[in-house]
């Protein structure tokens, strides 16, 4: 599973006005990737309307809906970096989104590895702190 991050699907500093733009950005740099088609984008807001995917700790894992699986072409992975927050409702703030297409199950080993790294506090505060992409994909290189 080379190439699930890249520098190239990190945006660092970013500043969305709501979770919905917050969503679309990570759903673009997948886009971006060549992991998913254009449609995989508005499959994520319908997935984010159906129950949050806020886990905590100030992090967001936004993904499509089981609908959504034809429009994956390839397992990866988009970061978001949010230093100010974002409004996930429910009093929870996102300073972190990880947006996530797979190829069959292997979202099961992306979403593990996504939850070792993000259960230590510190990993998400090196993340939201990150000054590069390079930094964000060391962090995970860690985990992953």
Partial sequence: ????????????????????????????????????????VEKMQDR?????TYIGSGVAVPHGTSE???EIRSTGIAIVQVPDGV????????YLLIGIAAIG???????SNIAVIC???????????AKTPEEIIALFAEGM
Wanted: proline letters at 1%; a negative charge; glycine letters at 6%.
């Fill in 87 to 94: 409004d996930f409702g429910e009093g929870n703030t996102a």
């Fill in 1 to 40: 599973m080379n190439n699930i991050l890249t520098a190239e699907k990190i945006m660092i500093n970013a500043k969305p006005a709501n979770q919905a733009e917050a969503i679309r950005l990570a759903g673009e740099l997948l886009v971006k990737g060549g992991h998913v088609n254009a449609a995989y």
């Fill in 68 to 70: 959504a699986k034809q």
């Fill in 105 to 111: 199950d292997e979202h099961l080993e992306v979403l």
């Fill in 48 to 52: 984010e309307r159906l129950a949050t």
């Fill in 119 to 129: 259960s230590e506090e510190e990993n998400v505060t090196r993340a939201v702190q």
